[in-house]
């Protein structure tokens, strides 16, 4: 069997006299190369600027001892990498870390999607719902961390107060470590929370009405069948979204752990990135600091690249 050619894009054509008229590829003009130089320009300049040039200088710093202040550094190679990997309170950041994504991004997933679902469902009152169940991501953390920070009091706070007047055990939240990263994770759902909701409502908008129809015809007339069979379904692509952004988000908590617990107790609730500001901005260690940035980077594009994969071989649809 001989080989087939492939068709020759040579800008010719053969005229029926069995010759072959070369056509002149048509040239850009210079008004064009330079609208699409001054459009596309600034936007490469701001990701050279935030994005590019800012991670090089991370990795440069990670591979030397260099530290805040002063005049010299020396390359020293992979030291950092292997030096933050042998330190247990790193690791445990980074289990911890870990054990919070896991608890923070399925329980805000489900949340955001229960309320939305419950908020469309109903007729009245849509726009207070909204409001409300959005306001905590809009408020700033600092100041709700202090207001957790109350509630959780051992003493005084009104969780505690309300479980003893139901009978139910009360503990020290934020100073035990079997409940210090739980309690931290709620705050994390609560907050995140009207976010996931937000999306999950506009993906509900979007879907039309036309596809309830034929699935009331199909026999689907029950609202757990046309959950499963429409609305599920068709939200595919907004939970792929909010799953990567919420799990992204919770990745980089901060603000609770540094107000709240510092990372205790005994490092309980120690963060990645509370480790990576304590070790950069307390302590002095740049190139330590970098070393884990460079960890941190790797990890959430690792994880945003094979969420992406995994749930979106499942979210597309005829």
């Known amino acids: 069997m001989s080989a087939v050619n492939a068709p020759s894009y040579d800008a010719s054509s053969r005229q029926p006299d069995g010759t072959r008229q070369v056509r002149a590829l048509p040239r850009r003009r210079p008004g064009e190369v330079f609208a699409a130089v001054a459009l596309a320009g600034p936007a490469m300049a701001l990701l050279l600027v935030l994005f590019i040039l800012p991670v090089v200088a991370i990795v440069a710093i990670a591979v030397t001892d260099w530290q805040f202040g002063a005049r010299s550094l020396n390359f020293i190679g992979l030291a950092n990498f292997r030096a933050i990997f042998a330190d247990d309170i790193f690791l445990a950041s980074l289990r911890n870390t870990a054990i919070y994504v896991s608890i923070v991004m399925p329980g805000t997933v489900l949340g955001g999607?229960?309320?939305?679902?419950?908020?469309?469902?109903?007729?009245?009152?849509?726009?207070?719902?909204?409001?409300v169940h959005f306001l905590p991501f809009m408020a700033t953390l600092a100041a709700m961390a202090t207001v957790w920070e109350a509630l959780l009091h051992p003493t005084i706070g009104l969780v505690n107060n309300t479980f003893a007047a139901v009978g139910l055990p009360t503990a020290n939240w934020l100073r035990d470590e079997t409940t210090v990263l739980p309690v931290l994770a709620v705050i994390g759902i609560w907050q995140n929370l009207g976010f996931a909701m937000v999306l999950f409502l506009a993906g509900l908008k979007s879907i039309p009405q036309?596809?309830?129809?034929?699935?009331?015809?199909?026999?689907?007339?029950?609202?757990?069948?046309?959950?499963?069979t429409v609305t599920l379904p068709m939200l595919g692509p907004i939970a792929m979204f909010v799953v990567v952004v919420?799990?992204?988000?919770?990745?980089?908590?901060?603000d609770t752990v540094q107000i709240l617990t510092q990372g205790g107790p005994g490092h309980a609730s120690e963060l990645l990135l509370h480790t990576l500001y304590r070790e950069s901005f307390e302590f002095l260690r740049a190139g330590y600091g970098a070393a884990i940035t460079v960890v941190f980077l790797v990890i959430a594009i690792t994880l945003t690249l094979i969420q992406a994969r995994l749930i979106d071989n499942r979210v597309h649809y005829q």
Not at 246 to 254: D, H, M, Q
Request: glycine fraction near 6%; charged fraction near 30%; hydrophobic fraction near 55%.
């Open 113 to 131: 999607l229960a309320i939305a679902l419950l908020i469309e469902s109903g007729d009245s009152l849509r726009g207070f719902y909204r409001a």
């Open 210 to 228: 036309d596809l309830y129809d034929a699935a009331d015809i199909d026999g689907a007339d029950q609202w757990l069948d046309r959950l499963i």
């Open 246 to 254: 919420v799990a992204l988000r919770a990745f980089e908590a901060f």
